[in-house]
């Protein structure tokens, strides 16, 4: 099966070597594409002077917009999977193979690496694990499915999923909303147990000041999700 990493990076210059070190290690059977969403800071010299495989976008795109360059790039490359692995050292791609069985045995769409099942690791913080929670609430009500870490970017899918995030993706704090929409159109997605790495480097796109900002729109996102048939 033909493997891609889609690496979402947006000022990642402290975090990009480690992190492409780790996938080196432990899933080089993977390949693997950074997207550089027009990184202010020297990512974009980093990348080059270490040969990384890379996208260099020419203008900002969000974390939306950055993982639907991948996806596109995986499904016109001809990939059998793709999985989304954040540029910040908290995913640790040993994982990567569990999650790629767990997506064939298990015959799913996606599969979510959760911090939440087997809860070691680095858990978040304790507010941002208040929204966590409320989201996967919101979601089983919706939807009848538990989703025990609907904002994990640490999300792998098969080619279907692949052709329908090419053709449309949400653009903005993507990860919840995506899940409705596909459990809506009754693609299967399951979760299987990881550990998750406090970021060393750099800061979270979704800070303290926006997170109210954050539940409010990406709860009605979920929601319009659900209405759409």
Known sequence: MKKLIIIPAYNESGNIVKTIGNIKEFAPDFDYVIINDCSKDNTLEILRENKFNYINLPVNLGIGGAVQTGYRYAFYHGYDLAVQFDGDGQHDAKYLHLMATKLEES??????????????????????????KFFTNLIKLLTGKVITDPTSGMRMVNRKLLQEFTEEYPKDYPEPESVVKILTKKYKVTEVPVIMNEREAGESSISMMNSVYYMIKVTIAIIIARLKK
Do not use: C, H, Y
């Not at 769409?109 to 208040?130: N, T, Y």
């Open 107 to 132: 015959d799913s769409d996606m599969v979510i690496g959760s911090r939440f099942i087997s809860k070691e690791g680095f858990q978040s913080s304790a507010l941002r694990r208040v929204g966590i």
